[in-house]
Nanobody, 124 residues
Framework: QVQLVESGGGLVQAGGSLRLSCVVSGSIIRMNDMGWYRQAPGKQRELVASITSGGSTDYADSVKGRFTISRDNAKKTVYLQMNSLKPEDTAVYLC??????????????????WGQGTQVTVSS
């Protein structure tokens, strides 16, 4: 069974750093586009950063220059390095992945997954 397992969240002071990891567990053919989202209480879920299978990245304006998304296909992992954290970065961070799986009767197919989320709290 394929799952996304996130880690690395926690409590940090403003100006500090955290590194989030999202590991794909289970058997897949490959990872396509991957992304990190966040959702703060009372707010809509927003895309923070994304990375394509070719390594192209995109960021929300609010995190440009502070956050870096990267991936290690061999480890089936996507990372989010967060520097110069601000109290407004406080949210649950969720990993999203487009994964290619395969079965004998279906062949290769694309499926979208969400992780369970990891809490990031930035104190002022």
């Amino acid at each position: 069974q394929v799952q996304l397992v996130e880690s690395g969240g926690g409590l940090v002071q403003a100006g500090g750093s955290l590194r989030l990891s999202c590991v794909v567990s289970g058997s897949i053919i490959r990872m396509n586009d991957m992304g990190w989202y966040r959702q703060a209480p009372g707010k809509q879920r927003e895309l923070v950063a994304s990375i394509t299978s070719g390594g192209s990245t995109d960021y929300a304006d609010s995190v440009k220059g502070r956050f870096t998304i990267s991936r290690d296909n061999a480890k089936k992992t996507v990372y989010l390095q967060m520097n110069s954290l601000k109290p407004e970065d406080t949210a649950v961070y969720l990993c999203n992945a487009e994964l290619v799986e395969t079965t004998l009767w279906r062949g290769n197919y694309l499926r979208n997954y969400w992780g369970q989320g990891t809490q990031v709290t930035v104190s002022s």
